[in-house]
């Protein structure tokens, strides 16, 4: 079971860096080209992708100006490493 979820992190964290590369690069390219909405990034973020999502606006510098970023995603972070410690400690049952 922890292999299937070690590759399951891997995989979303590469669909996070990709996601948030490829607006990045849609944004400095004007109107032509069709943006990912918001809602799209949160929720890959949520899905388990926050962290190399965080890392990854920070390291591009994408939008580091939205405190929608900035502040929720390192709660989603903080969120899904509570809940992590919490299925450590019963011992995965969740």
Do not use: N, W
């Amino acid at each position: 079971m922890k292999f299937y979820f070690l590759v399951y992190i891997v995989i979303i964290s590469l669909l996070a860096i990709i996601v948030t590369a490829s607006d990045k690069y849609k944004a400095t390219k004007g109107k032509r080209y069709k943006r990912t909405p918001e809602s799209s990034l949160l929720s890959i973020a949520f899905l388990g992708g926050s962290v190399a999502m965080f890392l990854t606006m920070l390291f591009i510098r994408h939008k580091t100006r939205k405190p929608k970023f900035m502040v929720g995603l390192p709660i989603i972070i903080a969120v899904q490493i509570g809940l992590l410690l919490l299925s450590i400690k019963t011992g995965g049952a969740l």
